[in-house]
């Protein structure tokens, strides 16, 4: 499954809110009625954290100003109100139809 | 807590091999999936290998397949990724990466960088 997340480059306001879209070439929704879509948050010099699994299930310690939503072949990260820490670049996984990754989406201030 | 921690990385001449490292800590290691997984300077992500708990099953992506080997010692907390016959656009930050349940990653190590050139 190809995974296309737009805009690559989203320049934004500290305070307001940021979207992310990332659309897949295949459904992601596995036999085991599951959806294998996660978020992951990269900051320059640092290793990819995950922040979204199976679309909406916010990890352990994420703000609740994340969150994830989406079905089938469209999924959208949002975060509510941009903090300076929010920085760097975003990227979708699928683990439906084994692993990809999304393009990455760097948002800057 | 988990820890993963890859070492091996260096520069490297075309043609030529190198073994890359994960050691693993503070997780009952023998099961867990892990997997290898790659970033080109300034680039993205790229599944490289992944090796099930009992190291029985082993997939590869297109891209290395016939070139790479990935190996785990249960003892020792170890997985491994041998690398053959490399290529200029194998350069890139090798991460290592835990799966804790199907079609997920958790924990991933801090890279290390492998360079290849003439």
């Known amino acids: 499954a190809v995974l296309t997340q737009s805009p690559l480059s989203l320049p934004v306001t500290l305070g307001q809110p940021a979207s992310i879209s990332c659309k897949s070439s295949q459904s992601l929704v596995h036999s085991d009625g599951n959806t294998y879509l996660s978020w992951f948050h990269q900051r320059p010099g640092q290793s990819p954290r995950r922040l979204i699994y199976?679309?909406?299930n916010r990890d352990s310690g994420v703000p609740d100003r994340f969150s994830g939503s989406g079905s089938g072949t469209d999924f959208t990260l949002k975060i509510s109100r941009l903090e300076g820490e929010d920085v760097g670049v975003y990227y979708c996984m699928q683990g439906t139809h084994w692993r990809t990754f999304g393009q990455g989406t760097k948002v800057e201030i | 807590q988990v820890q993963l921690v890859e070492s091996g990385g260096g520069v490297v001449q075309p043609g030529t091999s190198l073994r890359l490292s994960c050691a693993a800590s503070g997780f009952t290691f023998s099961s867990y999936i892990l997997h290898w997984v790659r970033q080109a300077p300034g680039k993205g992500l790229e599944w490289v290998a992944a090796i099930s708990s009992d190291g029985n099953k082993i997939y590869y992506a297109d891209s290395v397949k016939g070139r790479v080997t990935i190996s785990r010692d249960n003892s020792k907390n170890m997985v491994y990724l041998q690398m053959n016959s490399l290529r200029v656009e194998d350069t890139a930050l090798f991460y290592c990466?835990?799966?804790?349940?199907?079609?997920?990653?958790?924990?991933w190590g801090q890279g290390t960088l492998v360079t290849v050139s003439s």
């Open positions: 199976q679309v909406s």
């Open positions: 990466a835990r799966e804790p349940s199907f079609g997920e990653y958790d924990y």
